[in-house]
């Protein structure tokens, strides 16, 4: 069992829908990341969060909003999507905030669709 | 920028053949180095890493990588591969700035 917790598994929306994804862990990690995973493609780093502060966003578009709560929650507001925008979402962490932090722990991902 | 290249998109195999799946990567500075197992449908999982120290790493279910620094290469082997191996394959560096960049990944399908 993965110790990233992601809801919804799968996500079908429309384009002028508003929708978010969630993730937890509580292993202490003080880093946390959204990926982007088409089909046949390796994961794509979108955002990384480090002790609860944006500290990379990889040029993703603005209907993309990340969110950080607390230390264990990240949260990823979708808004007007296109349907290129359909993908695995894939949430991650790592136990330290900067530099090179140790291995990646992921979640199982949110399966998205968009119509 | 980084890139991560894994050489072989798609592996078949039978039962009990050796493994290699080649990683390059192109950073001239310290690096961590990975490898991600994808199993159908399920998520990302670490086989193995390497920090430092000993440059031949071992991972789960005998998986095993060795960094030549030289060559900017990881490349992941296995001995004798089993049914239960077929899955995607991804080679990961981290450098700084909590950035890891995955390789685009090999299939590997290996035959009982």
């Known amino acids: 069992d993965t110790e990233v917790t992601q809801t919804p598994k799968h996500l079908v929306m429309g384009m002028t829908n508003k929708k978010s994804l969630k993730c937890e862990q509580h292993?202490?990690?003080?880093?946390m990341y959204w990926y982007k995973q088409k089909a046949k493609k390796p994961p794509e780093l979108m955002f990384v969060y480090s002790y609860e502060k944006l500290s990379i966003n990889e040029s993703v578009p603005s209907r993309f909003s990340p969110e950080c709560p607390n230390s264990s929650l990240l949260n990823l507001h979708l808004h007007a999507l296109q349907p290129e925008d359909s993908a695995l979402y894939l949430c991650a962490s790592s136990q330290t905030g900067t530099g090179r932090t140790g291995e990646l722990f992921f979640g199982e991902g949110s399966r998205l669709t968009v119509l | 920028a980084q890139s991560v290249s894994q050489h072989n998109h798609h592996v078949i195999l039978s039962e009990a053949a050796s493994l290699e799946l080649g990683c390059n990567y192109s950073?001239?500075?310290?690096?961590?180095l990975f490898w991600y197992v994808q199993y159908p449908g399920q998520h990302l999982q670490l086989l193995l890493k390497?920090?430092?120290?000993?440059?031949l790493v071992k991972g789960i279910k005998g998986f095993e990588a060795e960094f030549i620094k030289s060559k900017f290469s990881f490349n992941l082997r296995k001995p004798s591969v089993q049914w239960s191996d077929t899955a995607e394959y991804f080679c990961a560096v981290n450098s700084n700035f909590n950035k890891f960049y995955f390789g685009s990944g090999t299939k590997l399908n290996v035959k009982p």
């Open positions: 292993m202490g990690h003080r880093a």
């Open positions: 950073y001239g500075g310290t690096v961590n």
């Open positions: 390497y920090f430092s120290g000993d440059p």
